[in-house]
């Protein structure tokens, strides 16, 4: 009986762990104020990463106008609610976001 108390706690705190960290924002996203309209799977102020990656999956071509846009900023892809231009973002602090959110 003990150890499957145990067992069910370590399991609840996995689950806690692990949507904390589905859940997380990288570092570079955080540094660059994306994190003050996006997040990973809820809609803020712009859409949810998650479906952003979902919208452009498979579509090699996309993913060089998304980061452009995000660059000088734009809307109509997901509302009437506009992006402003995120021209400090580096190359590098790029890529590796829109990595990210391939990923996702
Ligand atoms: C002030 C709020 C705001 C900030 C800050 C912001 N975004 Fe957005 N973002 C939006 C909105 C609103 C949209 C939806 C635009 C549209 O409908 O075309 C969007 C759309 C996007 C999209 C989807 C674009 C498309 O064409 O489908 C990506 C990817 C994205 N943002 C990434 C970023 C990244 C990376 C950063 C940080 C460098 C960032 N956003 C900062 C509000 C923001």
């Given at each position: 009986m003990k150890s499957i108390v145990t067992s069910m706690i370590v399991a609840a705190g996995l689950m806690v762990a692990g949507s904390a960290m589905a859940a997380d924002m990288p570092a570079v996203a955080k540094k660059n104020n994306c994190t003050a309209c996006h997040a990973i799977d809820k809609k803020v102020v712009g859409p949810a990463w998650k479906a952003v990656a979902d919208k452009y999956k498979?579509?090699?071509?996309?993913w060089d106008k998304v980061a452009a846009k995000v660059k000088k900023g734009g809307s109509g892809a997901w509302g009437s609610m506009p992006m402003p231009a995120n021209p400090k973002v580096s190359d590098a602090d790029m890529a590796e976001i829109i990595g990210f959110i391939k990923g996702l």
């Amino acid at each position: 009986m003990k150890s499957i108390v145990t067992s069910m706690i370590v399991a609840a705190g996995l689950m806690v762990a692990g949507s904390a960290m589905a859940a997380d924002m990288p570092a570079v996203a955080k540094k660059n104020n994306c994190t003050a309209c996006h997040a990973i799977d809820k809609k803020v102020v712009g859409p949810a990463w998650k479906a952003v990656a979902d919208k452009y999956k498979g579509d090699a071509a996309a993913w060089d106008k998304v980061a452009a846009k995000v660059k000088k900023g734009g809307s109509g892809a997901w509302g009437s609610m506009p992006m402003p231009a995120n021209p400090k973002v580096s190359d590098a602090d790029m890529a590796e976001i829109i990595g990210f959110i391939k990923g996702l």
